[in-house]
C-alpha cells in the first residue's frame, strides 16, 4: 500500500448530468491524469448531449461552505473553475481562492453550451473581469469567449493582452470556432505569444472539450508543469479524448479521458 497522496485538484463547476462536460468532467480528467478531484458545485443543470435546458444556481454560502470543509482539511495543487452560475458565486469563489493565493487557478470561462444556450448571466460575465480574472494562473477561453470577454477587443491577440492586462498570467485562446483545417490553440503572457499548437481538426461535434483541457491543465499543473509546458501536455491528451471519443445519444459526442486504458 502506497502512503504517498496523489496531487489534489479542486474543482469548482455546475453538474453535467451526461459525464460529458462540467464537473463530472473535471474528476474524470483529473483522475485519468492521476491526481485526487476534490469538486465544489455550484450549479445543477438539466442537459443532455444535445444542449442545456435549465440551470439552477447553488445558493453562495453553499458553495462557501463545501469549499472551507475540504480547504480545512485537504491540502489542494490546483484550482479549476468552470460554469460558476452568478454574479455571487464568481464573488464566493474569488474570496475562497484569494485565500490561497500561492495555489494556482485554471479557469474555463464557459458562456454558453455547445448549442449556445446561455450560461452566464452578463452581471457574473463582469464579476469574472472583476473578481476572477485578477487571480487567474491561466485562462483557457474558445475565440468566441475571448471576444466577449475582452469587451470589444480586435484580433484574438489584442482579446489576449486585454484579458491579461486585466491579471491573468497565461491566457490560452483556443481555435476550435476559427476556420481552417487545424485548430490554432495560442498561449499568451504579458509578452505576447509564448507557444502556438496546431491540431487536425477532428470531424465530430464535441461536448465537453473546454473543460477537459482545463482540467487537464490543473492537474499538469499541480504536478508541477510550469504554465507552457501543462498547456502543451494538456492540450496532447485533450486531442487523443477527443480523437477516442464516442457518441452516446443525439446530439455531441463526448471525450474519452481514459483512450489509454
Known amino acids: 500500500?502506497?502512503?504517498?497522496?496523489?496531487?489534489?485538484?479542486?474543482?469548482?463547476?455546475?453538474?453535467?448530468?451526461?459525464?460529458?462536460?462540467?464537473?463530472?468532467?473535471?474528476?474524470l480528467t483529473i483522475a485519468a491524469l492521476g491526481?485526487?478531484?476534490?469538486?465544489v458545485l455550484t450549479a445543477l443543470t438539466a442537459q443532455d448531449t444535445r444542449g442545456v435546458e435549465r440551470v439552477l444556481p447553488l445558493e453562495p454560502s453553499w458553495i462557501t461552505r463545501q469549499a472551507r470543509v475540504l480547504l480545512d482539511d485537504i491540502a489542494v495543487a490546483a484550482f479549476k473553475a468552470g460554469v460558476l452560475g452568478s454574479a455571487q458565486n464568481v464573488r464566493a469563489v474569488s474570496e475562497l481562492v484569494?485565500?490561497?493565493?500561492?495555489?494556482?487557478?485554471?479557469?474555463?470561462?464557459?458562456?454558453?453550451?455547445?448549442r449556445g444556450d446561455p450560461l452566464a448571466e452578463e452581471d457574473?460575465?463582469?464579476?469574472?473581469?472583476?473578481?476572477?480574472l485578477p487571480r487567474?494562473?491561466?485562462?483557457?477561453?474558445?475565440?468566441?469567449?475571448?471576444?466577449?470577454?475582452?469587451?470589444?477587443?480586435?484580433?484574438?491577440?489584442?482579446?489576449?493582452?486585454?484579458?491579461?492586462?486585466?491579471?491573468?498570467?497565461?491566457v490560452l485562446i483556443t481555435g476550435t470556432h476559427e476556420a481552417g483545417d487545424d485548430v490554432v490553440n495560442t498561449l499568451y503572457d504579458e509578452n505576447g505569444i509564448v507557444r502556438e499548437d496546431r491540431w487536425p481538426r477532428l470531424p465530430?461535434?464535441?461536448?465537453?472539450?473546454?473543460?477537459?483541457?482545463?482540467?487537464?491543465?490543473?492537474?499538469?499543473?499541480?504536478?508541477?508543469?510550469?504554465?507552457?509546458?501543462?498547456?502543451?501536455?494538456?492540450?496532447?491528451?485533450?486531442?487523443?479524448?477527443?480523437?477516442?471519443?464516442?457518441?452516446?445519444?443525439a446530439g455531441q459526442w463526448l471525450p474519452n479521458r481514459f483512450f489509454r486504458r
Open 136 to 170: 487567474t494562473t491561466m485562462l483557457t477561453p474558445n475565440s468566441l469567449e475571448a471576444r466577449r470577454l475582452a469587451d470589444g477587443a480586435g484580433n484574438l491577440a489584442d482579446c489576449a493582452r486585454r484579458l491579461v492586462d486585466q491579471g491573468c498570467e497565461y
Open 35 to 39: 491526481c485526487h478531484p476534490l469538486s
Open 98 to 114: 484569494a485565500e490561497h493565493s500561492a495555489v494556482p487557478l485554471v479557469v474555463d470561462p464557459v458562456l454558453a453550451s455547445g
Open 204 to 249: 465530430a461535434s464535441y461536448h465537453g472539450s473546454g473543460c477537459t483541457l482545463a482540467s487537464a491543465i490543473a492537474a499538469r499543473l499541480a504536478q508541477g508543469s510550469e504554465p507552457p509546458e501543462a498547456a502543451r501536455d494538456a492540450q496532447h491528451f485533450t486531442w487523443e479524448a477527443l480523437a477516442a471519443g464516442f457518441k452516446p445519444g
Open 124 to 132: 457574473a460575465i463582469e464579476a469574472l473581469r472583476e473578481l476572477i
Open 1 to 27: 500500500m502506497s502512503s504517498v497522496a496523489p496531487p489534489v485538484v479542486l474543482a469548482f463547476a455546475a453538474s453535467d448530468p451526461t459525464g460529458g462536460a462540467g464537473l463530472q468532467a473535471d474528476l
